[in-house]
DNA sequence: GAGACTTTGAGAACAATTGCACAAGCGCGG
DNA sequence: CCGCGCTTGTGCAATTGTTCTCAAAGTCTC
């Protein structure tokens, strides 16, 4: 079971990046890393690292660095990653194939077992080995399968309408595509990705950028140095 | 010109909110909004909306609020949205195709106007009414189309040589959905979209549930009042 | 034009996050 | 078994971001 402490969100937020770092450095058949080789992988600074890595435990040896078998193990567990999760699509356009499609997300624990469309042109169409259910089917398809998270890639009118539809079939975890604001009782874990408004950040500081070029911006604070 | 004002990041993130919820209040033919109505509207809560916009100017009127439409071009140009903005794909797998179709990037000022594979069978395809270029011919793609803003779709054991390439050719901002770490020298802006780090983040609070089901997680930190 | 009411803008308190700096702990070589 | 070099874990200060609060400034009614 998970640590009772509370692990900050920003935290929360980089344990995916070094997940996938341990990941690449358990595949070169390395034993340890120090923070410093962590840092340089998942794009942060050793600093961050060391605090939190140690919101999980000490899990790291002084002199030696962590081993990298036990603290994917542990960093896995705290990400619910030791068991598949099914995940249900509702929204079959150009993206939610995409999703479907995307091999990504098996490969980190995440299994796309059902695709849902409003559309009943859609309906019964098949997307790799699966085929699209309708809106209605929701509810059976949730239970079937045990689904806890859904991804919502519809376009942005419908967001409102399949997140509620989503929460009464049982899903207790959501991620939003959808260019919408959208609303989940509390119990609900809500994120959004927006594309289009990524781009907006981007040029926000390239706009800037054309008086006198400055630094860096957005995710990645700094120039970071290569790894090898 | 935008103002020489330093705008803190967390605000510049949530400018495209604002923008969004100001266009879907202007297709309604309201005058002026609220900061409380904007909040509303853009899921988060009014204080920031009025913090945020008062780093731009003093755009609203006491008693009334902010004008719409004057708010929005003060948004617009903040951000650079004033003219579009040509874009490059680069890597027209699953995904990088549903991005090339994505309505949503030229409905807010972005556009793709070209789009680049290295895989020879898929040079010259057509997408949409685009057609697939060699990545040789990025330079001269860039260069032709005045191209500052790329968009990196491949898979990531290719994402930091397609970064390389991106700015050698001239981009200066960079959006990267690869699930990699990329670098890029100063003065270069990098933002990154990493669809299965969303899930595992889901994940995290999702596996904490089961024990006691406490609040909603990650973006929107309280469960909204439905907006009107 | 005075008073009631609304809403902004900004100062200040508060909270979260980051980064520095260094003591403490561990392995290794002699 | 001692000293040295390396690396973690964490207290603390600095920075960044959020929320509260309220005076100031506007509208509207009468």
Excluded at 110 to 136: E, N
Excluded at 187 to 193: A, H, I, P, Q
Aim: glycine share 10%; aromatic share 6%; hydrophobic share 45%.
């Amino acid at each position: 079971m998970p640590s009772a402490r509370r692990i900050p969100e920003a935290t929360v937020a980089r344990l995916p990046l070094y997940y996938r770092a341990l990941l690449e450095t358990a595949d070169q058949h390395v034993g340890t890393v120090s923070s410093e080789r962590l840092a340089a992988l998942a794009g942060v600074n050793a600093a961050k690292v060391r605090k939190d890595l140690s919101y999980l435990g000490s899990y790291g040896t002084r002199g030696v660095g962590y081993d990298v078998e036990f603290l994917l193990h542990q960093i896995s567990r705290e990400l619910g990653l030791t068991h598949d999760w099914p995940v249900v699509i509702v929204g079959i356009g150009n993206l939610g194939q995409a999703l479907a499609n995307y091999r990504g997300f098996g490969a980190r624990g995440f299994q796309i077992v059902a695709l849902v469309d409003a559309d009943p042109a859609k309906v019964g169409t098949r997307i790799g080995d699966l085929s699209v259910a309708a809106l209605d089917d929701l509810p059976r398809v949730v239970a079937d399968c045990g689904i806890a998270i859904g991804i919502i890639a519809t376009p942005a009118g419908a967001a409102q309408e399949v997140a509620d539809r989503l929460v009464d079939a049982g899903v207790t975890s959501i991620l939003n595509f959808a260019p919408a604001v959208v609303s989940v009782p509390s119990g609900v874990s809500l994120r959004k990705v927006d594309l289009a408004i990524e781009l907006q950040i981007l040029s926000f500081y390239q706009q800037r950028k054309v008086p006198a070029v400055d630094g860096q911006h957005g995710e990645t604070p700094r120039a970071a140095e290569r790894v090898r």
